[in-house]
């Protein structure tokens, strides 16, 4: 074998490699933010996380991407380590499935019909397919689908060239030589196991071995350990994602190593040991792409169906490997940031933080708004605890947004990162709004400055159309709720007309002597903030609508919506407002 035979070797592994990421990615971007609640539906049980651990992979044809995202969940906190066993167990099935589209390349036939349906014939097919879909349409749904064949089509030829490549073999003998010592099942494991770790892909490996099959011969007993190696080679990629990860992440790596090394284990001693005693013919006949793809999903469906019983045994075992220090405290990161490389999955987490952070901000608020009754530290400390953990958040989930609008996003996920990082300035300045009710109310509490009655009513019916907007936006915005989220500008409007009124009331009160100079500046203050405070209530129902209107600008939809000849508008602007009279002064 040449010099020019292994650049052409390597070439065609460079090809197999990057077709096999081109449709990946394409694969993830149709997927999108569906993988987060697939994934979230393994809790239940090993089954479920088996079967859906092996139709995320047959998705995305890659199993070290599962691997490495349920790592990065696990680091995060939001999966448990015994959640991931089943998931696992389910990726090692789904990524036979790239064999087996490659096990036709060694068939032979004077068919017509089945030769135009072999993958390398259909590959230039698909390939001319696919650069139209890419080039001619502007949806990004039918572009993923081109990106796909294209993938495919280069995938193909990628193994082409190594078939090509590696033909000359067939009458070398050093090179039989080095077959030979292979079937020494220990030798061909460590093959296996270092080829597929060096490439990290399992699919490459096998497809090259599938090569060899085809066009120079490999025998079974030659076979059967290095796939098994392959298997063991794949964990490489989980392996190096656990770096700086903590150490319950570090066993969803070590857990797919084990059940990996254990399968290899006890299918050697298995083969092997029958072989000896009943003496094996197959071992020493030609393997085909087809018999490839077989022995691989054979050996990873019986692993399963034997080690699946004992999951809790793989988990604690992990556990054992990767010990908890009993003086380290067991941490999670805010975001991870392995969580990047699926960019769906990571707005998924990233909007479930943002629901979190409604939460926070809502409850700041009715903190807030709870002082002006009776002043109580405890509350205003939790309030200011509240106001640091929002800023944080802010912070946090803002900085990791922007690294995610850097990444290649469909559309869609595109125009929801902007909507987000818009809506966390939001829910932080609600936050914010809340610690100013706070300084009101401590000011009202050390300087002994109270309201009148009538002062007292009035703050009364503003607070409670304040506290009806922040539950509208909270249940919009948590639920992703486009008829509540229309019905939070009418009541904005309404809280806005009743600061208003609230305002011009009080200069009455002043004036008629009703109520002290003073209370004036804390009494506009608190107006101030319960208008501000309905208008980033506003904005985040805006950014709702808008996320489902993406060509409409926010000033258009308000002079739109605001419209005189909005029936609609006005009739939920007139019911709110009328739930909320003033009391006649």
Same mark, same amino acid.
């Given at each position: 074998m040449g010099i020019l035979e292994f650049i052409k070797l390597f070439g065609g592994i460079a090809l197999f490699l990057y077709g096999m990421i081109i449709m990946s990615a394409s694969l993830e971007k149709m997927a999108g933010g569906r993988l987060e609640h697939i994934l979230k539906r393994a809790t239940s049980s090993r089954l479920k996380g088996l079967a859906l651990g092996l139709g995320i992979t047959?998705? !995305?044809?890659? =199993? *070290?991407?599962?691997? $490495?995202? &349920?790592?990065?969940?696990?680091?995060?906190? #939001?999966?448990?380590?015994?959640?991931?066993?089943?998931?696992?167990?389910?990726?090692?099935?789904?990524t036979t499935i790239t064999a087996w589209l490659l096990s036709s390349i060694g068939i032979q036939t004077d068919n017509t019909i089945l030769k135009l349906l072999k993958p390398e014939s259909v590959a230039p097919l698909m390939a001319v397919a696919g650069i139209v879909m890419v080039?001619?349409?502007?949806?990004?749904?039918?572009?993923?689908?081109?990106?796909?064949?294209?993938?495919?089509?280069v995938l193909m030829f990628g193994m082409t060239v190594m078939s090509e490549s590696v033909a000359g073999l067939e009458n070398d003998t050093g090179f039989a030589n080095i077959l030979?010592?292979?079937?020494?099942?220990?030798?061909?494991?460590?093959?296996?196991?270092?080829?597929?770790? !060096?490439?990290? =892909? *399992?699919?490459?490996? $096998?497809? &090259?071995?599938?090569?060899?099959?085809?066009? #120079?011969?490999?025998?079974?007993?030659?076979?059967?350990?290095?796939?098994?190696?392959?298997?063991?080679?794949?964990?490489?990629?989980?392996?190096?994602?656990?770096?700086?990860?903590?150490?319950?992440?570090?066993?969803?790596?070590?857990?797919?190593?084990?059940?990996?090394?254990?399968g290899t284990i006890c299918y050697i001693i298995i083969i092997y040991g029958l072989n000896a005693i009943f003496r094996f013919s197959f071992l020493s006949d030609n393997i085909t792409p087809l018999g490839i793809a077989v022995v691989h999903s054979l050996f990873n469906i019986t692993v399963t169906a034997v080690l699946f019983p004992f999951g809790n045994y793989l988990e604690k075992l992990s556990m054992l490997t990767v010990r908890e220090n009993k003086?380290?405290?067991?941490?999670?990161?805010?975001?991870?940031?392995?969580l990047l490389n699926?960019?769906?999955?990571?707005?998924?987490?990233?909007?479930?933080?943002?629901?979190?952070?409604?939460?926070?901000a809502h409850d700041a608020v009715l903190y807030s708004l709870s002082l002006f009754n009776s002043f109580d530290e405890k509350i205003a400390k939790r309030l200011r605890d509240?106001?640091?953990?929002?800023?944080?958040?802010?912070?946090?989930?803002?900085?990791?947004?922007?690294?995610?609008?850097?990444?290649?996003?469909?559309d869609a996920d595109s125009w929801e990162v902007s909507r987000l990082l818009h809506a966390i300035s939001d829910l932080e300045r609600m936050g914010d709004h809340g610690l100013n009710l706070l300084e009101s109310a401590e000011e009202m509490n050390n300087k002994d400055i109270t309201f009148s009655r009538s002062a007292l009513d009035d703050l009364s019916v503003v607070e409670s159309a304040l506290r009806e907007v922040i539950g509208m936006t909270l249940h919009a915005f948590t639920n992703r709720d486009l008829?509540?989220?229309?019905?939070?500008?009418?009541?904005?409007?309404?809280?806005?007309?009743?600061?208003?009124?609230?305002?011009?009331?009080?200069?009455?009160?002043?004036q008629n002597g009703e109520c002290a100079i003073e209370t004036s500046f804390v009494w506009s203050d608190i107006m101030v903030n319960f208008e501000r405070i309905s208008d980033h209530c506003s904005n985040l129902a805006l950014s709702l609508i808008q996320s489902n209107k993406q060509s409409m600008t926010g000033h258009l939809y308000m002079a739109e919506l605001k419209s005189k000849d909005n029936s609609e508008f006005m009739a939920l602007f007139e019911t709110f407002r009328g739930k909320y009279p003033f009391k006649k002064i």
């Open positions: 047959c998705a !995305i044809q890659s =199993s *070290s991407a599962v691997t $490495v995202m &349920l790592v990065g969940l696990v680091n995060s906190g #939001i999966m448990r380590l015994h959640q991931t066993v089943g998931v696992i167990m389910g990726t090692n099935i789904g080039m001619a349409f502007k949806a990004e749904k039918r572009r993923n689908i081109g990106a796909i064949l294209l993938g495919f089509s030979t010592a292979f079937k020494n099942p220990f030798l061909g494991v460590l093959a296996g196991a270092v080829f597929t770790g !060096i490439i990290q =892909s *399992s699919s490459a490996s $096998v497809g &090259l071995l599938q090569s060899f099959a085809a066009t #120079i011969g490999i025998q079974y007993a030659t076979a059967v350990p290095i796939i098994m190696g392959q298997n063991i080679g794949t964990c490489v990629t989980a392996l190096l994602s656990t770096i700086g990860a903590n150490k319950n992440a570090k066993r969803v790596a070590v857990i797919h190593i084990y059940f990996n090394v254990i003086s380290e405290m067991q941490t999670y990161a805010f975001l991870d940031e392995r699926t960019p769906g999955l990571a707005l998924a987490q990233c909007r479930d933080l943002a629901i979190k952070m409604c939460g926070i509240n106001e640091q953990t929002l800023d944080s958040y802010e912070d946090r989930l803002g900085t990791y947004l922007v690294k995610l609008s850097s990444r290649e996003l469909p008829d509540s989220a229309r019905q939070i500008e009418p009541m904005e409007q309404v809280v806005d007309e009743l600061v208003h009124s609230a305002r011009a009331r009080h200069i009455k009160r002043l």
